[in-house]
């Protein structure tokens, strides 16, 4: 965990959504100690969508699940809207995902029994919204990536493209401050991918949400404001894709 002088450094800016603080995660095999993200410290932004690429091995997954409160760090520190949520309970955690981070993943991991409006309405049904606010929010969000004609399709009836859409739609639900996105394209061709990353881009941008997506494709990558490169573990450096 960090000192109380490294975290007496963090930044204060309200724009910082994410912090991470020499942030590490070590594993043991056998008497070799695998180190599978070696000290990165990075800031992301609000309204800033920030792309993080690297060849396999490198971090990226590692840095995913750990920023996303699906694993615990070997050291460092991570901060959530300034809050040092690093080693938070099971409860705390529980209800800082529930409200505060969205989740978009590769396979959409939609509920196969539901409608549209149905995985979109679950979050916020979960979080206890009442009914009228849940279908207003759902409509809206329905709306906003385009799918107000097919709420009531299961996702068997909608195309890849449509499902990435409603993953984006329920991602926003909860009015999140962070978005983690693993390869959200991958499953997807690259016209429909590039229509897929518009919206999710746009629609985080105008609600001034962090945006962390996870790619190996650099043309997606390039949609971004910036990109993070990680390589064995390490924050080998980050450019920023002209426009």
Do not use: W
Request: glycine residues 8%; hydrophobic residues 40%.
């Amino acid at each position: 965990m960090s000192s109380e002088k490294d975290l007496s450094q963090l930044s204060l800016d309200k724009k910082v959504v994410l912090e991470t603080v020499n942030l590490s995660r070590y594993y043991k095999r056998g008497e070799q100690i695998i180190k599978a993200l070696d000290n990165v410290s990075v800031k992301i932004y609000r309204g800033e969508p920030t792309a993080v690429m690297g060849p396999s091995g490198s971090g990226k997954t590692t840095f995913l699940n750990l920023i996303g409160l699906l694993d615990k760090p070997t050291s460092g520190s991570i901060l959530i809207n300034g809050q040092d949520v690093t080693f938070m309970s099971s409860k705390q955690i529980v209800d800082l995902r529930r409200h505060t981070i969205g989740f978009i993943f590769q396979f959409y991991n939609l509920i196969d029994v539901l409608t549209a409006r149905e995985n979109v309405e679950l979050p916020l049904l979960i979080a206890g919204v009442k009914k009228k606010e849940r279908v207003q929010r759902t409509a809206a969000l329905l709306s906003l990536v385009g799918l107000s004609d097919r709420v009531n399709h299961l996702p068997d009836e909608l195309s890849g493209g449509e499902q990435q859409r409603v993953a984006i739609a329920r991602a926003l639900a909860n009015n999140p401050s962070l978005i983690l996105a693993d390869e959200p394209t991958g499953d997807l061709d690259s016209k429909t991918g590039r229509a897929v990353m518009k919206i999710l881009l746009d629609s985080c941008k105008e609600r001034d949400i962090g945006l962390i997506v996870v790619t190996h494709d650099k043309d997606i990558a390039n949609l971004t404001d910036r990109i993070l490169y990680l390589r064995d573990g390490r924050l080998i450096g980050e450019t920023r894709p002209k426009s």
